[in-house]
């Protein structure tokens, strides 16, 4: 029997002994990145992150956002630790897309920062993210940087010979700062003609703790306490998925199922009981011969819905089902030249029903037609893409809400891209990406009339929005010689008219009183008049389009100080993103500060430890009448252990997270400005886990 090998899944300790090891970088092989790389380049032309593995493993916390926060040029929503969505130089929102397998994943994630994406760390084998410019392939929406969420739940390749096999890991978890416990496993079984996946997780977590005392009026808590009032969570998960190999490629299915209820943090009495289930096709056949090499298709169905309850009553509910298909087609080369084309068609059926349903019921379909070439040359190479969309959003109305009323806007976005990389000397590359893109607005932007209570704003959307157009340059420098590398790069981004949200300078209540610019009458007592004060004031925010200008700096180096069978390496990290309204000069909100970090790596057979420590400057530079965040440094550690017992591979590790259990705020949370003070930053945290894989 062939035993089952992790390298290939990228998921084993096996993968992250090679981690731990710290093994010279000239006799390890590279994982080569497939988000926006589909001719399988090694070298990527746009500047792009990857975690699997032990570095996965390491760094994985509960959301998706918090993991990758950190990276250069990538922070997080945070909404408490369980609703986080990443930010991409600056861009946060529906400019990111998320996907999963490169396929589009549908939730409600988008559309309020107190709601959770369907996804969780304990499941997934690989995170890549692409910035900029090179996300063209996915979108319009993609305008800020793509994040693909990677698992093996649909098997691409056997794992086994013909006499067949079974393999598989599982994960365990234990927390002080959140009293955390997870666990989480995954078998594989099949022979060279068959696959089966099977995985299941848990994670169970209580109010996060905090070098502040915090007020909470939940009902059995303490009235002061150094927790997060109302941060506790509960999800879990599971999917069974199988795949047919044949010669030249393989078919494959999953059904997975996802499910989460926690505390929205910015009020202590409400949570959200959420559950996804998505049913995934998917298949590639290679080796073809005329016009295509190759032929790959997705198809995904997804149904998603959330309930928002005020203790143990049901509020507002919110739908969103949707269908996504992707083919892409990986024509012969023709002389140095290669490439690929592909249509995408994505549908979705959005709802919201109760109070706090500030969108209306709306349907919106998005059809697509993409290529990407790549040419070869003696210096580098050279890319192109380009990208045309049919998207319809209509509203169609709420029978419960008589202000939203039935509407249709159409729109054909098109984008273009230019892509160059020149290996300038040994060890040194240049790569430079130019970008138009257009991006339809999104169903809330357009028809959006309601209360939001996560943004603390009442919401009005703008029908005669036209598309979101901007141009996006991107350049950087990338050296490396043995196990010392450095690259940098730069970015700037221009939209002609950014789709934000602006004040008007009324308020209206709860109950949608004081449109047309009417306002409202306060009865003295934050409630309005014409509710008889009965409904909460809220000040009016309008989706209006504004010329808007981002521009940033990314670096990162790894210097080898020490090397032989103990090794030392010293990782520095920063990044810095500047936002504001092109005309008036203001800057726009919650964008990152200037952050500087550096990690010392030790590595000693099977032992390794971290030494870390991440800055991020004060960020005053926030719009008027905004609060501004204090400069902070957060210190962390790691020490883990791995060990080999006949086919079992076992790996420990302990993790520190703020060591100094240092008070600070996030300068991209809304909750900094809507909730001051309520939902700081975690406070000192031990997490201890275990990875057992065979």
């Not at 809220?538 to 209006?544: F, G, I, K, R």
């Not at 790894?558 to 005309?583: F, I, K, P, Q, Y």
């Not at 952050?595 to 390794?608: D, V």
């Not at 520190?656 to 600070?664: E, G, I, K």
Request: glycine content about 12%.
């Amino acid at each position: 029997m062939k035993k089952f090998s992790l390298a290939l899944m990228s998921m084993g300790s096996l993968s992250a002994a090679t981690v731990l090891a710290q093994s010279p970088p000239a006799a390890t092989l590279a994982p080569v990145t497939i988000t926006g790389n589909p001719l399988g380049a090694t070298d990527l032309i746009a500047p792009a992150s990857q975690y699997s593995g032990g570095e996965l493993l390491f760094r994985s916390k509960s959301t998706l956002g918090e993991t990758l926060d950190g990276t250069p040029g990538i922070s997080s929503t945070y909404f408490g630790p369980n609703a986080s969505r990443p930010v991409i130089r600056g861009l946060d929102g529906d400019r990111i897309r998320i996907l999963s397998n490169g396929g589009a994943m549908v939730d409600a994630s988008s559309l309020s920062y107190d709601h959770a994406g369907t996804t969780d760390p304990l499941s997934i084998e690989r995170i890549e993210v692409l910035r900029g410019p090179g996300a063209l392939q996915y979108g319009g929406s993609a305008v800020g940087g793509v994040v693909n969420v990677i698992d093996n739940r649909i098997p691409r390749e056997a794992l086994f010979d013909a006499q067949g096999g079974v393999g598989g890991k599982a994960d365990f978890g234990l927390a002080s700062g959140n009293a955390e416990k997870s666990a989480g496993f995954l078998l594989e079984a099949g022979t060279d003609r068959y696959a089966l996946h099977l995985d299941a997780f848990n994670r169970n977590t209580g109010d996060v703790s905090v070098p502040v005392s915090l007020a909470c009026t939940r009902s059995g808590a303490a009235a002061l306490g150094r927790k997060i009032c109302n941060s506790a969570s509960d999800t879990r998960g599971a999917a069974l998925g199988a795949s047919v190999f044949f010669a030249q490629g393989y078919l494959g299915a999953s059904l997975s199922g996802f499910r989460s209820d926690y505390g929205t943090v910015a009020e202590d009495a409400v949570t959200i009981g959420m559950q996804s289930d998505r049913l995934a096709l998917e298949g590639e056949v290679r080796g073809l011969s005329g016009p295509f090499q190759s032929v790959k298709g997705q198809l995904g169905r997804s149904v998603y819905q959330h309930t928002e309850f005020e203790g143990a009553t049901a509020g507002t509910l919110f739908r969103n089902s949707g269908n996504a298909l992707r083919l892409e087609a990986r024509h012969a080369r023709w002389g140095a030249l290669e490439g690929l084309m592909g249509l995408q068609a994505d549908s979705t059926r959005f709802s919201a029903d109760g109070d706090e349903a500030f969108a209306p019921y709306s349907q919106t379909r998005q059809t697509a037609l993409f290529i990407h070439e790549e040419l070869a040359t003696g210096w580098g190479r050279l890319s192109a893409g380009a990208r045309m969309e049919s998207v319809n959003v209509a509203s169609t109305g709420n029978p419960t809400v008589a202000r939203f009323t039935p509407a249709s806007r159409s729109f054909s976005p098109s984008s273009y891209a230019l892509g160059a990389l020149w290996n300038t000397a040994p060890g040194w590359q240049l790569t430079s990406n130019l970008a138009y893109t257009q991006r339809a607005p999104k169903d809330y932007e357009l028809f959006a009339d309601g209360p939001h209570l996560a943004t603390h704003a009442y919401e009005l959307g703008n029908a005669h929005l036209a598309p979101e157009q901007s141009t996006n340059l991107d350049v950087g420098v990338n050296w490396q010689r043995g196990a010392h590398r450095f690259a940098i790069g730069a970015f700037v981004n221009h939209f002609n008219n950014y789709i934000s949200q602006e004040a008007t300078g009324f308020q209206r209540d709860t109950q949608g009183n004081g449109a047309g610019g009417a306002g409202v009458t306060d009865c003295g007592d934050g409630t309005s008049v014409e509710s008889g004060c009965v409904a909460s004031l809220l000040p009016e925010y309008a989706y209006t389009a504004v010329q808007a200008r981002f521009s940033g700096l990314e670096a990162s180096a790894s210097v080898r100080l020490l090397d032989g069978a103990r090794t030392l390496d010293l990782e520095l990290r920063g990044d810095l993103v500047h936002a504001a309204n092109a005309r008036t000069g203001q800057p726009l909100p919650r964008i990152a500060p200037a952050r500087l970090g550096a990690t010392l790596l030790w590595a000693n057979g099977p032992w390794s430890a971290r030494l870390g420590a991440s800055h991020a400057a004060a960020q005053t530079d926030v719009p008027a009448g905004q609060l501004s965040t204090r400069a902070y440094t957060l210190w962390n550690a790691l020490v883990a252990y791995r060990v080999k017992e006949g086919a079992v591979n076992m790996l420990w590790f302990a993790r520190l997270d703020n060591l100094s259990d240092t008070l600070a705020y996030s300068a991209t949370s809304i909750l900094t400005q809507t909730a001051a003070g309520k939902a700081p930053l975690p406070g000192r945290s031990v997490k201890a886990g275990l990875q057992v894989s065979f």
